[in-house]
């Protein structure tokens, strides 16, 4: 059984640094997309940032660019979020989740859409106070 567990949520002031990890277990294999997503209450999930599986790929949402950076540990099977500058606007639940198997081409892709994520954790709490 797969199993994604994010830890490294908090409250932090305005323009702090909080560092989300993600470990992933039971999982064979290699070839899928990594990615965190979050949710605010009363919105809908939003995509973050993701890494693919190929070629050190990484994608940020326009909200994040410049502040989150994104690290993908192969060997661990771990990904990590380093967010920094943070901001009101960034409070909500964040989720680590794994896509499906790769392959080809298809490697260097990082999907965005949640409902292409078949794996996810059970969230940790990101609150930023102004």
């Known amino acids: 059984q797969v199993q994604l567990v994010e830890s490294g949520g908090g409250l932090v002031q305005a323009g702090d640094s909080l560092r989300l990890s993600c470990a992933t277990s039971?999982?064979?294999?290699?070839?899928?997309?990594v990615a965190w997503f979050r949710q605010a209450p009363g919105r809908e999930r939003e995509f973050v940032s993701g890494?693919?599986?190929?070629?050190?790929?990484?994608l940020y949402a326009d909200s994040v660019k410049g502040r989150f950076t994104i690290f993908r540990d192969y060997a661990k099977n771990a990904v990590t979020l380093q967010m920094d500058s943070l901001r009101p606007e960034d409070t909500a639940v964040y989720y680590c989740?794994?896509?499906?198997?790769?392959?080809?081409?298809?490697?260097?892709?990082?999907?965005?859409?949640?409902?292409?994520?078949?794996?996810w954790g059970q969230g940790t709490q990101v609150t930023v106070s102004s």
């Open positions: 989740a794994a896509g499906s198997y790769c392959s080809g081409y298809g490697c260097y892709n990082v999907p965005v859409l949640p409902t292409t994520y078949p794996y």
């Open positions: 039971g999982r064979t294999g290699s070839g899928y997309p």
């Open positions: 890494h693919a599986w190929t070629g050190d790929r990484t």
